[in-house]
C-alpha cells in the first residue's frame, strides 16, 4: 500500500517535457561512424542507441544547456555541453576516441559515470568476459578481477572479497538493492543473485557507504540485468553447455520485447552438477598433522586414502533453478516497472564427508565407507518482489526522481542424511529514492533517502545467531562539479541502525584445550533475555579526478566511513559448522576459560581510508595503477581462542523424528548418553570470538593492456594486499588475508574466431592470523576458444574451455575449508550460445 501512494505521488509529480529534439552522429578519429553504444542525456531517463550509421536522435529535451554522455566499450566516453533552442539541435557531431582499456558506464555509481571518470577504484565484469567466466558461484565469477578474491566453499557457496574485505563489510546487489540472503553470516550460504542473465557485474573497490550504507564499507558487488526493461527493444539470447570436471549440465534462456508503451522480460536458468574432481586428496595433510605427529610419529606420510577423500571433493554437487519475469510502463518521461523471481537450490556443504577413522580401526577389514559419509546439504528458495521507477521532471529545481524497492522473503533448510536440521530465515524490505536536482552554480547531485528492515531467524541445534530485526534508515548527500580539468566529488550520509534481539540462547559451552586430554572440562551456561543496540553512523567523502593531459588522469578519494556490527559479530554463541567452528559474538569475554558476558555498549567500526589512482585510458596502450590504505578502528573479527568446544552433534532416528521438540533452541554441547532415541557424535571445534580491534588493510593493483595489433591483445595484472591488527601480543595478519597474485593474458581476435589464454600465479600465504596455517603457491592456467556464425538471423557462438589445464591441487588461503576442499582439477566446458 505505501509503495502504490509512492508511486502514485511520483507518477502525480512527473510532466512531458517540451518536445525538442536533439539528433547527431558520434564518429571516431578518423571520420569513422561508431556504431556500438548509446547516447544519454545525463540527469535524465533519455538514452538511445547509437545506429548502424553512427546516428542517434532523442526527443524531449529540455531548452537550453543539455549534457550527453556517449558511451561505447572501445572508446573513451565523452561529454559534451550541447545548447539546445527551442526548435531543437540538429547535425550534431560528437567525436570519441579510442580507448586502451575497457570502459563501461556503472550503474552502482551516484550518476551512472563510467569507471574511468570515478575518483574511486571501479571495475566492470560484462560482455564476452563474462561469459567466458561464468562460475557456478559469485565469487568465483569475480575471482579473476584485481582486488577481488573468492571465499571458495567448494564450488557451492562463494562470496566476494575486495581488498581483504568480506562478509558484513562487502554488499551484494542486485540492480542497486541488497540481495537480502544468508551468505553475508556464513560463506556455506550461498549468494541469492544469480549473474547467468546480467548484463554486467560491477565492482566498487573501496568504501561505497554514500550510496549504500555502512554495509558496504569494504566495497559493492552490483548485478546488473534487465528484469526491469526501460525500453522495449527484442532481444533474444540462451545458452546451452557441459563441463567435464563435476558433469554439470547448464541452460540459460532469455526474452526480451514489448510494443508501445509496455515492455517485458522473462529470464530462466537450470544447473545440475555432481561432486567435482580433483587431481590429489581433498584433505590437506594439515588437517591430521596433530594425530600424526602424536601418534604416528612412525609411520609414513602418505595419505590414508578413504580417510583423505581422494579425487574428489563430496557434498560439492548442486541443482539449481530460477525464473525472473518482469514487465515495465514505458512514460515519455521514464518508466515503471516490476518484477519477480524465484530462486530454488539445493546443494552440498563440503567439509563433512568424514569418515569414523576411530570406528574403521576397530573394525578392521569391513568396507564401511558408503555408511560414514555424512551427507549435508543445504535446501535455498527465495521470493524477490522488485518495484523500479525513473522519473524525469520538468521543474526549475529538481530533475528527476528515481526510485526502488524490493521485498525478499528467504528460506535455507540444512539437511543431515536426509533429515531436515537447521533453518534459516531472512524477510528483507528496502526501499530509495533518489530526488536529483538541477545543476545548481555548476554542481549536480542529489539527495538520497534509504530504508531497509530485515527479519533474520535461524532455528535449530546448530543456529549460531540469534533471532534479530536490523532496521536501517539513511540520509545521503551526493556531489560533483566540472572546475577545469578537474572533476571535484563529495558526499556524506548519516544512518540510524537499531538491532533488537528478542532473546539470546541459553548456552552450555564445554572447553577442551584439546592439547590436553584431561577428565574434566569447564562449562559455562549463559542466560540473558533481549537486548537493543542503535547506532548512528556518519561517512564523509571527497574525491578528485584530474585530467592532467590527454589520455590520462588520476584520482584521489578520501573517505570516512562508519559501521554498525552486525548481529552474527555481536550475538553469536554456538557452532558454525560451515566453518568448522564454534563462534562467540563480541558480547561475551573468555577469561580463565569461563565465557562471561561484557559491555554491551558496543563501539562503531571507524574506517579512514585514501585511494590514488593513475590512469592511461587511450591510444594501443593502456593501464591502471591503484595505491590503496585503510586504517580502521574497532575492526570486528573472529579471532582464534586456542580452545575447543565440544560439540554433540544429534541425529534422530526416524522414527522419532515427530517426537523432536521443534520450538527448542537450547544449545547443549556435552554428550546425552541417555537419550535412546539419538544417534551423536561428538566434535571438537576450535573457539573462535568476535573481537574489535584496531586494523590496517593496504596495497596496491596494477592493470596493463596492449592492442599490439588489430586482433591480438596482451594484458597482465597484479595486486597485493596487507594487513595488520593490533592484538594483545603485538601486530598480526588478520585471519585469510588473501595472498599476493599476478597474471598474464593473451587473446586473439577475428571476425569468426576468439581465443585466450592466461597464466595466474598465486603466492604462498605464510603472513598468518594467530594459529593458522600457511598456504602453498600455485599456478593456474585456462584457455579459451570460440567460433562465431550466424545461423537464420542468429548470432551463435561454439565455445570450449579449459580450467586448471596442468591439473595442480590449488587451495584458496581465503576459504574456511582451504584444508578440506581444494579448487577444482582440469577441466572442460563447452557449449552453444545463440542470441539476436
Known sequence: MKALALTSLLCAFSTTSIANTISGTVVDASGNPVTNGEVQVMGATQRVQINDNGQFSIANVKVGDVELHVASKDFIHDTSIVTVPVEGKRDVVIVVKDASIEVFDVTASAFHASNIESAGPVDVLAGDDLKRRQASTLGD????????????????????????FDGPRVLVTQNGLDASDASRVGPDHMVATDSTAAQQIEVLRGPATLFYGSGAIGGVVNVVDDRIPDDNTSELSTSLSHNTVNSENAFSGRLKGGSDNFAFNIQGYYRDADDYDIPGFAESPDVHADE????????????????????????SDY?????????????DNGFIGFSYEHLDSLYGIPGHAHGEEEHDEEDEGVDTHSDELEIVQADVKQNRYQLKSNLLLDSDWLNAINFGMSYTDYMHTEIENGVPGTEFSNDTFESRVELIHEHMVGWRGGLSLHYKDSDFEAVGEEAFSPASNTTTFGLGLIEEKHIGNFLVQLGARVERVEIDVPFLQDAELSFDEHDEHDEHDEHDEIKLTSINSSFTPISLSAGIVWDFTEGYNLGVSYAHSQ?????????SFGPHIGTGNYEIGALYTIDDEKVEIGDDNFSLEKSNSIDLSLRKFDGDF?????????????????????FFAEFSHEHEDEEHEDEHDEGEEHHDDEMHDDDEHLDEESESLPVLIFEARDADLYGAEFQVNWQVNDKITLSTQADLIRTKVSTPSGKASLPR?????????????????????DIRHVFKQSRLAQLETKTDAYTLLDANISYYMPIKGYDVEFFLSGKNLLDEEARE????????????????????????
Open 141 to 164: 565469477t569475480l575471482s579473476k578481477q584485481v582486488g577481488v578474491h573468492s571465499s571458495f566453499h567448494g564450488g557451492v557457496a562463494g562470496t566476494p572479497i575486495i581488498r581483504g
Open 813 to 836: 588461503h581465503t576459504s574456511f575449508i582451504k584444508d578440506l576442499a581444494p579448487l577444482p582439477g582440469r577441466s572442460f566446458h563447452f557449449g552453444v550460445r545463440a542470441s539476436y
Open 319 to 331: 541443482e539449481t533453478q530460477g525464473i525472473t519475469v518482469g514487465g515495465s510502463y514505458l512514460l
Open 622 to 642: 593502456g593501464f591502471v595503477l591503484n595505491v590503496f590504505y585503510n586504517q580502521v578502528d574497532n575492526y570486528y573479527f573472529a579471532a582464534n581462542t586456542g
Open 292 to 315: 600424526h605427529d602424536d601418534e604416528h610419529e612412525d609411520e609414513s606420510d602418505g595419505h590414508d586414502e578413504e580417510g583423505f577423500g581422494k579425487g574428489r571433493v563430496d557434498n
Open 737 to 757: 588475508t588473501p595472498p599476493a597474485r599476478l597474471a598474464f593474458g593473451l587473446e586473439y581476435q577475428s571476425n569468426r574466431w576468439s581465443a585466450q589464454a
Open 563 to 571: 559501521r554498525a556490527p552486525s548481529t552474527a559479530e555481536l550475538f
